[in-house]
């Protein structure tokens, strides 16, 4: 169909497995989505327009991902995250709840309600103790990069219990400027800066990040 291409994980068919007496659920194969919030009409999910994925999973509880094991690499473009949703599993799992506030007041695509990313991807594989990222998390916004490395630590019933990971930043210069200046010389600097950074766009650009 136009919405989803499904196609074989590593030679081996691709298959979804829902048991409801035992709350077990497997998923194993290449998924590919295309404008998947409008295909699937559902409001709280996150807006993305193309959506790849090879995964290789299982889990018990449908929502809240416990024992979850295997692992999963994904592409992601043209995407919005809703930062007033803490019951997402996507944000849960991603870990990018309240990264805005981080950039409040910044004059770009992202709104205090969303997180638009032009670009994510990654790799990460599961085990019984842990979540490790494989290949780093990286998404690019509109006010620059991130990249997310590191651990989710599970507890003893299998459910995800704390975040151990690094967050490395790239942001861009000439819509930051202002920012960086509040943040280490105070609001009288972040004005001059802003000034500055008008008259020698040309050049800031070119420094890029």
């Known amino acids: ?10 030679n081996e068919p691709a298959y979804i497995s829902l048991n409801i007496t035992k709350d077990f659920y497997k998923v194993k194969g290449s998924y590919e989505f295309n404008y998947l919030q409008d295909s699937l009409e559902i409001s709280n999910f996150p807006s993305i327009n193309y959506l790849r994925s090879d995964i290789n999973i299982q889990w018990n509880n449908l929502l809240e991902l416990k024992n979850i094991e295997g692992s999963i690499n994904f592409l992601a473009k043209d995407f919005q995250i809703n930062q007033n949703n803490p ?8 870990g990018l709840l309240n990264i805005q506030s981080l950039f409040d ?4 695509s ?3 309600k969303y997180i638009k990313f032009k670009r994510g991807e990654g790799s990460i594989i599961f085990s019984q103790r842990y979540g490790r990222i494989q290949d780093e998390f990286r998404f690019e916004s509109d006010f620059g990069e991130m990249g997310w490395n590191g651990f989710i630590v599970k507890d003893n019933e299998g459910t995800f219990k704390e975040l ?3 967050l490395s930043l790239k942001l861009n ?9 509040a943040i280490f010389g105070g609001l009288g600097l ?3 800066t802003a000034i500055i950074g008008n008259v020698f766009e040309d050049q800031i650009n070119e420094i890029s990040t």
């Not at 169909?1 to 590593?10: E, G, P, R, T, V």
């Open 1 to 10: 169909s136009d919405f989803l291409k499904i196609s074989d994980y590593k």
């Open 87 to 94: 019951n997402s599993a996507l944000l849960n799992l991603v």
């Open 105 to 108: 007041g910044y004059d770009g």
């Open 110 to 112: 992202s709104t205090d």
């Open 164 to 166: 151990d990971l690094n």
């Open 173 to 181: 210069l000439q819509e930051n400027i202002p920012w960086y200046a």
């Open 190 to 192: 972040a004005a001059g």
